[in-house]
């Protein structure tokens, strides 16, 4: 049994963790933006439109990676679902 105290400390650590994660994804958005800004300005030289095309692709599969691996460790507990259930990939959770 968790008290009152830890839960909440818990949840302020969860609170940090996702405001963290949060930034670093807004992160990874901005410079993947720059990054395809600069594959598609015809100015630059073409030895740095490929190196940006190269950060573009790896920015984009860092998010895709975040957006399949990570989300349900990001996200909020639901009420009443018990912690646990969410890291048990050993058993079958049918319906």
Do not use: W, Y
């Amino acid at each position: 049994m968790t008290t009152p105290l830890e839960k909440a400390l818990t949840n302020a650590m969860r609170f940090g963790i996702s405001l963290a994660t949060s930034v670093a994804i807004c992160d990874l958005i901005v410079r993947g933006e720059e990054a395809r800004a600069c594959v598609e300005d015809r100015s630059q030289p073409l030895e740095l439109r490929t190196q940006a095309l190269k950060e573009a692709r790896q920015i984009n599969s860092m998010l895709v990676m975040l957006a399949q691996n990570g989300q349900a460790r990001f996200m909020p507990p639901v009420e009443g679902k018990d912690e646990k259930d969410d890291l048990d990939v050993s058993s079958n959770h049918s319906n």
